[in-house]
């Protein structure tokens, strides 16, 4: 190699770090962020470079959904993976991946072990092979009783208007009822690579943006209103990010119970306890009776109940009344206890509830209530007391305060700091006690959010839902990442694994914590960035070593390649050519061993990742080729040079 051409490729590399470091130190410099790890999420929308890719890489997921729908919808089924994986990567070079990926959404509504690759019934040779869906995981009696007695559903807000003016875009795909993608891009450390890793999560109900409050909270009742008979209540938990519609969602849910509540047939002459308070770092105060400090106790029947805390009665219907005053006559206990919540401002939603709201709904048979024990009067202990009337059915409504994250927190006081991390703590007792459901032990008792909500955690009666909110921004990708890997570690034994995991540890691992299946899809750094402005087919040997040196960000700068490759000798090598040609066993120092036109073997240095990676070199050179063909040619289309498109 003759020293030339190392100095040109130095001094092409040395031109980029020039260029980008400086960008990446003013991103350094404008963030709140406290490790490299947040800032790598971060510049998804903060660097518009990276934007544009990983929005169009986002765009290639869906395209490749509706492409895949498309090849198996009923007349068009004869179209095999293999080619389907070929007609994607003509498409969107480098997706050939999300194939596999992308196949079982398609497959929802299929029973398990109904498609068997390659011996699908009435299928042809050659046609479009589908995997049948299969439970990895034995399910233990455990599970399934867990599986029966937490339901985990997932609502994404809608993009906010404010959210939509900063750039935003959406990083959330929920392509079926019960699975949603969740598209983590990330820029790697050396700053010379970009990634968008997909994650699948299944759960038993995922939302769409556009789902009105009637349907989450209908799905989030089940059928609590009309009764579970003696003893059996339920549960239903809002959990996420602060500002994603926790408050938003509990207020949908307690509208459809309202509504249920008085139009349940039969409705006259029965009774409404309502109780509702808040637990604020360790204290418990009561809404219902202007804040007043209760205390939470276990009464001798080893039930915990709020000491103190006010209990609302109303009957469901008087003589002669509609459905009309019912539900104004709730509105007029529970409205005054919401507006009682206790809020602080934080960073990222003004009126942030910072604290856990517990209501409870219990509808009983007036009727039927049996004479108060004096014990009971003063101070009223629990409304599930047998002395209050047998039990119809009962509802408890939890609105958590919001999970955050330290890059949320960097400008709070000392206090509310403290705040955060005893919100933080409660959280993790929570999703510990889901998880250990059914252990005896009282590990409930860790901390008194668990303690109150007891019944979830070791009452196989009681039925429990938490509703996981979601913002789809990009600038919530931390949270929504957060948010979604905490509620998939709740249903455990849950999910199904497929192909393109098996193998891996770190897969496995995902996998036992809930998400179903990753695949990261490499995308370009720059969109065609290197400004040449005509078809590879006529680039010369210089053309290419310039192209070599700057394409996706420098990253194949350290390649030296054989000497008078042109651009027509470089589209002739396909993927595993490329790939051959980057054999590890050619040790770098061949390259001093070979003068220019000596060479035929392309040569890699080292670099990061060893062997493994260099395999791939061959592939990714060829997709960025790819790429950076069909931008040239879109290019000259749009300046009317059509003529020099060598199609
Ligand atoms: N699904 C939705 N559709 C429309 N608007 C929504 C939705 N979810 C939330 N919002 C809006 O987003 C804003 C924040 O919602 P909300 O106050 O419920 O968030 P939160 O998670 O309870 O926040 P915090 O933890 O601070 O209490 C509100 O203005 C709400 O109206």
């Not at 949320?408 to 005893?422: F, Q, V, W």
């Amino acid at each position: 190699m003759a020293s030339t051409d190392l100095s040109d490729l130095a001094g092409a590399l040395e031109d980029v770090s020039q260029r980008r470091n400086p960008e990446r130190e003013a991103l350094w410099a404008s963030t709140n962020a406290d490790a490299r790890k947040v800032l790598s999420y971060r510049e998804n929308l903060l660097s518009p470079a990276v934007r544009s890719q990983l929005v169009a890489s986002i765009a290639n997921y869906h395209g490749v959904y509706w492409l895949l729908r498309y090849c198996q919808s009923k007349e068009k089924n004869n179209v095999s993976s293999e080619l389907a994986r070929h007609i994607v990567e003509y498409a969107w070079a480098g997706s050939g991946r999300l194939v596999p990926f992308v196949q079982p959404l398609l497959l929802r509504g299929r029973k398990e072990g109904e498609v068997e690759e390659g011996k699908g019934k009435g299928k042809g040779k050659g046609e479009m092979k589908l995997k049948p869906v299969k439970t990895a995981k034995s399910v233990t009696s455990k599970d399934q009783k867990k599986r029966a007695a937490f339901s985990i559903l997932v609502r994404p807000r809608p993009m906010t208007s404010a959210e939509t003016a900063a750039n935003n875009y959406h990083v959330i795909s929920t392509t079926s009822p019960t699975s949603l993608t969740l598209h983590v891009g990330r820029v790697h450390r050396s700053g010379n690579r970009l990634s968008t890793e997909h994650r699948r999560y299944e759960f038993d109900g995922v939302f769409g943006e556009g789902d009105g409050n009637e349907e989450v909270g209908e799905k989030a009742l089940g059928t609590v209103a009309e009764g579970q008979g003696q003893g059996g209540g339920r549960t239903v938990i809002c959990y996420g990010q602060t500002g994603t519609g926790k408050t938003y969602t509990f207020k949908a849910v307690l509208d459809v119970m309202k509504r249920k509540l008085a139009k349940l047939e039969g409705g006259e002459g029965k009774a409404v306890y309502i109780t509702f308070y808040e637990i604020h770092g360790k204290k418990c105060y009561d809404l219902m009776n202007e804040r007043k400090a209760i205390k939470v106790l276990t009464d001798s029947n080893d039930k915990v109940v709020p000491l103190g805390a006010k209990v609302a009665k109303f009957e469901l219907r008087g003589e002669g009344e509609g459905e009309e005053e019912c539900t104004r006559r709730f509105d007029g206990i529970i409205m005054a206890a919401l507006a009682l919540r206790s809020t602080t401002s934080t960073q990222r939603n003004d009126v942030s509830s910072r604290s856990h709201s517990i209501l409870t709904i219990t509808l009983r048979d007036e009727e039927e209530e049996r004479k108060v024990p004096a014990r009971c009067v003063s101070p009223p202990l629990d409304v599930s007391h047998p002395a209050y009337g047998l039990i119809r059915s009962s509802l408890r409504l939890v609105d958590l305060a919001g999970s955050e994250q330290n890059v949320d927190t960097g400008k709070m006081a000392a206090r509310d700091h403290k705040e955060s991390a005893e919100i933080n703590t409660a959280l993790m007792h929570l999703k510990e006690c889901i998880r250990g459901y059914g252990k005896k032990g009282g590990k409930y008792r860790g901390h008194l959010l668990t303690r109150v909500l007891k019944e979830c955690f070791e009452d196989g009666s009681h039925r429990s839902t938490v509703v996981a909110t979601v913002s789809p921004a990009a600038v919530d990708l931390l949270h929504s990442l957060n948010t979604l890997n905490h509620v998939a570690v709740m249903q455990v034994g849950k999910g199904v694994k497929r192909g393109t995991d098996k193998g891996s540890a770190v897969r496995e691992k995902e996998f036992m914590l809930g998400v179903v299946e990753t695949t990261a899809v490499e995308v370009p750094l720059c969109e065609g960035g290197v400004g040449f402005n005509k078809p590879v087919e006529i680039w010369t040997p210089q053309d290419v070593k310039r192209w070599l040196a700057v394409a996706n960000g420098g990253k194949f700068g350290h390649v030296v390649m054989p000497a008078g490759v042109d651009g027509r000798a470089l589209l002739g090598l396909n993927e595993k050519t490329l790939g051959e040609l980057f054999d590890v066993s050619q040790e770098s120092s061949n390259l001093q061993a070979r003068g220019d036109g000596e060479g035929s073997t392309w040569v890699i240095s080292g670099g990061e990742g060893g062997e493994g990676r260099r395999s791939d070199w061959g592939r990714e050179l060829y997709q960025a080729l790819r790429i950076e063909q069909k931008y040239i040619e879109k290019k000259l289309i749009k300046e009317g040079k059509e003529s020099e498109v060598t199609w």
